[in-house]
């Protein structure tokens, strides 16, 4: 009797712990932003780049995104040195422009770095400079451009081209959650007007007409930052690699795409990962 007793008490807590399981539904990502490498035959950032190569395969999550001025300066050396740094990371990774990576004014241009980064990764192989990829048949993630083509500003821009496209694939996948990387921040992470996107107003308004955008990640002012809007879209800025102590952000989603209905209703977990 006692064992029947047992068997019935197991079934249930394993009929229980399956039922929970399966309405339960994660998403982990990595961000990476500003490591601002350089080249040179004894380069300090190499070996922090190898113990980030070792916690990321360690942590395992679904995806990395590097999110601009992965380089100092725009040169080749630097792009292919930083690549090949990385080389280890065995999970999927994606990496956006940041000022200092390509500007044709007074470095490489920016087809010349996406052939070294398609060269590495054959994750970028459309070497488009703002594209999406589909993480797991809930998400797509976009990967933007808000640098120049042929100059060095710091201040980020969202362009015309790059805004119809995001509605239209907004427009295509209506069911889908969208999570949306770029180096500047659509939202600043201290209160300065000066450190706004020049054309913030319009890429607020499209943001805000849509109700399946859940997070904007971004980098560039080397400053952690996590705010949400009035539409509870979460704004997550990264620190900067490069500064001590060589840390990144692990982003866990728990979200249940059958009850989804805003921004609001997905808890979302940021961690600082020190290397």
Request: net charge negative; glycine share 4%.
């Amino acid at each position: 009797m006692h064992k029947i007793i047992k068997t019935i008490i197991f079934s249930m807590f394993a009929l229980n712990l399956m039922q929970g399981v399966s309405y339960g539904n994660v998403l982990e990502f990595a961000q990476v932003s500003d490591v601002h490498y350089t080249y040179s035959p004894d380069s300090p950032m190499d070996k922090y780049l190898y113990f980030l190569s070792l916690s990321l395969n360690k942590k395992n999550p679904d995806f990395t995104v590097f999110l601009g001025d992965n380089v100092d300066k725009s040169k080749e050396e630097n792009v292919i040195g930083f690549m090949k740094s990385i080389y280890t990371i065995t999970l999927p990774y994606y990496l956006t422009f940041g000022e200092k990576d390509a500007h044709g004014l007074s470095g490489i241009d920016k087809e010349t770095y996406l052939d070294i980064v398609t060269t590495f990764n054959s994750n970028q192989k459309n070497g488009k400079k703002y594209y999406y990829f589909k993480p797991n048949h809930d998400f797509i993630c976009v990967v933007l451009d808000d640098t120049a083509d042929f100059a060095y500003t710091t201040h980020g821009e969202i362009n015309e081209e790059q805004l119809e496209w995001l509605e239209k694939l907004l427009i295509k996948y209506p069911k889908k959650l969208f999570i949306i990387f770029h180096h500047c921040p659509l939202v600043p992470p201290r209160d300065d007007y000066k450190l706004s996107m020049v054309n913030s107003d319009k890429y607020k308004d499209l943001i805000s007409k849509y109700q399946n955008i859940i997070l904007i990640s971004s980098g560039h002012y080397h400053q952690e930052n996590i705010t949400q809007d009035e539409n509870g879209v979460r704004h997550i800025s990264a620190p900067a690699f490069k500064d001590i102590p060589h840390s990144y952000q692990l982003i866990k989603i728990i979200y249940d795409e059958k009850t989804y209905t805003s921004p609001k209703d997905v808890e979302i977990n940021v961690e600082k990962i020190k290397v």
